[in-house]
């Protein structure tokens, strides 16, 4: 069974950076796709930005392309979202899912994960 551990959030003053890390345990995860979203309160889930197994292929919401990068490292079983140019509307519960499957593609809709960690407080003051 796969286990995800998210750290990195924490509060940030409008325009500064974070960066989140997951890290994965329990299975291989070099194969799958991982993704990272978010849920401000009174919000549903939404999705931020996903890779592909092999980290060749990224997906992004629109709302943070330019300013969000995510990447992985294999040998570490951990993915990374490195956040710049932060804004008060960033601020959510982020959340890191890994995708089970014989694709290796990442997808942007949260049923389409099989495993979440706990998530971590992202909060931005403006």
């Known amino acids: 069974q796969v286990q995800l551990v998210e750290s990195g959030g924490g509060l940030v003053q409008a325009g500064g950076s974070l960066r989140l890390s997951c890290a994965a345990s329990?299975?291989?995860?070099?194969?799958?796709?991982m993704g990272w979203f978010r849920q401000a309160p009174g919000k549903e889930r939404e999705f931020v930005a996903g890779?592909?197994?092999?980290?060749?292929?990224?997906l992004y919401a629109d709302s943070v392309k330019g300013r969000f990068t995510i990447s992985r490292d294999t040998a570490k079983n951990t993915v990374y979202l490195q956040m710049n140019s932060l804004r008060p509307e960033d601020t959510a519960v982020y959340y890191c899912?890994?995708?089970?499957?014989?694709?290796?593609?990442?997808?942007?809709?949260?049923?389409?994960?099989?495993?979440w960690g706990q998530g971590t407080q992202v909060t931005v003051s403006s």
């Open positions: 899912a890994i995708r089970i499957a014989t694709s290796t593609s990442p997808r942007t809709r949260s049923y389409e994960y099989d495993v």
């Open positions: 329990g299975r291989t995860f070099v194969s799958y796709a």
């Open positions: 890779i592909s197994g092999s980290g060749s292929s990224t």
